[in-house]
T-cell receptor, first 114, second 118 residues
């Protein structure tokens, strides 16, 4: 079936390095994608989003890249900090029965080491 | 700002018991959602609502029921609790289904409800 998934379940990086978290999706009709950060014991927090008519979008220290050809989404975090340690989810906006809904991928744990 | 408020925060249920997870939002959002998150896993959509009086099934609706009598409230009902329903439950709301508002925030999540069925 169609799904949103992640290539790597865990990612360990050194403080100060750049992090790249990947996500594959299979529903070519999805028009909107979001990255969320979830810290332990908390709900997901919005990081950045991108519409399907864009290839790249930048925020503060974060960049999302969308490659529709291969149905791939990535989140790049510059100068990773200990506070970036969390689980990161990609999500896609799917249309079904006339309504849209947000479907999440499995998540990638980012561990930042000093 | 209260945002999305869920209660209770923690609950232990016995198999076969029923309970309702409450969710309310004060942002006048049309869309509301219930997700469950199993340990080490992503969020799975249980039910969602596009407005008062309208609800629809998500990915994993079995064992749950919802209602949406007002814009603000979207309770999730477990009729016969099973161990497989042990999970963390998140309520969420948005203006539009996944579309960004001016602030860039889309779906607002509650803090979560930890449910254990024994």
């Amino acid at each position: 079936g169609e799904s949103v998934g992640l290539h790597l379940p865990t990612l360990s990086v050194q403080e100060g390095d750049n992090s790249i978290i990947n996500c594959a999706y299979s529903n070519s009709a999805s028009d909107y994608f979001i990255w969320y950060k979830q810290e332990s014991g908390k709900g997901p927090q919005f990081i950045i989003d991108i519409r399907s008519n864009m290839d790249k979008r930048q925020g503060q220290r974060v960049t999302v890249l969308l490659n529709k050809t291969v149905k791939h989404l990535s989140l790049q975090i510059a100068a990773t900090q200990p506070g970036d340690s969390a689980v990161y989810f990609c999500a896609e906006n799917r249309s079904s029965g006339g309504y849209n809904k947000l479907i999440f991928g499995a998540g990638t744990r980012l561990a930042v080491h000093p | 700002n209260a945002g999305v408020t869920q209660t209770p925060k923690f609950r232990i249920l016995k198999i076969g018991q029923s309970m309702t997870l409450q969710c309310t939002q004060d942002m006048n959002h049309n869309y509301m959602y219930w997700y469950r998150q199993d340990p080490g896993m992503g969020l799975k959509l249980i039910y969602y609502s596009v407005g008062a009086g309208i609800t629809d099934k998500g990915e994993v609706p079995n064992g749950y029921n919802v209602s949406r009598s007002t814009t603000e409230d979207f309770p999730l009902r477990l009729e016969l609790a099973a161990p497989s329903q042990t999970s963390v439950y998140f309520c969420a709301s948005s203006y539009l289904p996944g579309a960004p508002d001016d602030s860039g925030n889309t779906i607002y999540f509650g803090e979560g409800s930890w449910l254990t069925v024994v």
